[in-house]
C-alpha cells in the first residue's frame, strides 16, 4: 500500500488495515507541510517505509552504524539513513507515537541535505526533530522539570556528542 505526494511516498508492503494506513498518512501530513516550510529547502521525494520491528532491527543493524556491535534497542521504533526513512507500521495501539516517530525521522532525512558532512551534534539534531514533529506536545517542559526535581540535569558538555548511542543512553528526559 501507498501514498504518494510531491515531497514524499509511504509505503508499507506488509499487511495492514486500509483504514489505519489512511489514518496514519492523514495524520502524517496534516503536520508534515510545517517540517516543509520550516526547512524551506529543495530536496528528493523522501520514502517512508512502514515496516514491522523485526525488520527494522535488521535494518537498523545493516544499515546504520550505531547498532553495527551492540543490541538494537527494543525502544528503536523509527530509523533514517540518509536516503530513507523506516519506522515501524502503526496498529490501533500506536498511531499516535507512530506518525509522530515518522514525522521525527522525516525532519532528520530533510536535515541531511543541509550539510555534505552529514554529521551534527545531537542537540541540535534530536532538539530539532523533536520540537518539529512535537513529539512532547502537552508536555513542553515537564522533562525538564522532571529532571531539575531528581537532580538528574545535563552537562552542557553531555549534548555535544555526535554519537546516537551516547546521546542515547542519557536518561534526563
Known amino acids: 500500500m501507498n501514498f504518494e505526494t510531491s515531497k514524499y511516498l509511504i509505503i508499507c508492503n506488509n499487511l495492514i488495515e486500509k483504514n489505519l494506513f489512511i489514518s496514519f498518512c492523514d495524520k502524517f501530513h496534516?503536520?508534515?507541510?510545517l517540517i516543509d516550510e520550516f526547512f524551506?529547502?529543495?530536496y528528493p521525494q523522501l520514502i517512508i517505509n512502514l515496516v514491522t520491528k523485526p525488520q527494522i532491527d535488521i535494518i537498523a543493524k545493516t544499515?546504520?552504524?550505531?547498532?553495527k556491535n551492540v543490541d538494537v534497542?527494543?525502544?528503536?521504533?523509527?530509523?533514517?539513513?540518509?536516503q530513507e526513512v523506516y519506522v515501524v507500521q502503526p496498529n490501533e495501539n500506536n498511531l499516535y507515537d507512530t506518525y509522530k516517530t515518522a514525522l521525527h525521522e522525516v525532519v532528520h532525512l530533510i536535515s541531511y541535505h543541509l550539510s555534505t558532512k552529514k554529521k551534527r551534534i545531537k542537540l541540535l539534531d534530536e532538539g530539532i526533530a523533536i520540537y518539529l514533529s512535537n513529539q512532547?506536545?502537552?508536555?513542553?517542559?515537564?522533562?525538564?522539570?522532571?529532571?531539575?526535581?531528581?537532580?538528574?540535569?545535563?552537562?552542557f558538555n553531555d549534548f555535544c556528542?555526535?554519537?546516537s548511542l551516547q546521546f542515547g543512553k542519557k536518561r534526563w528526559l
Do not use: M, Q
Not at 496534516?30 to 507541510?33: C, D
Not at 512532547?136 to 552537562?155: C, D, I, M, Q, R
Open 30 to 33: 496534516s503536520e508534515f507541510h
Open 40 to 42: 524551506h529547502i529543495d
Open 73 to 82: 534497542p527494543t525502544s528503536l521504533n523509527g530509523f533514517s539513513t540518509f
Open 161 to 163: 556528542t555526535y554519537d
Open 136 to 155: 512532547y506536545e502537552g508536555h513542553t517542559f515537564s522533562p525538564w522539570v522532571n529532571a531539575y526535581l531528581k537532580n538528574t540535569l545535563p552537562n
Open 63 to 67: 544499515k546504520g552504524t550505531s547498532y
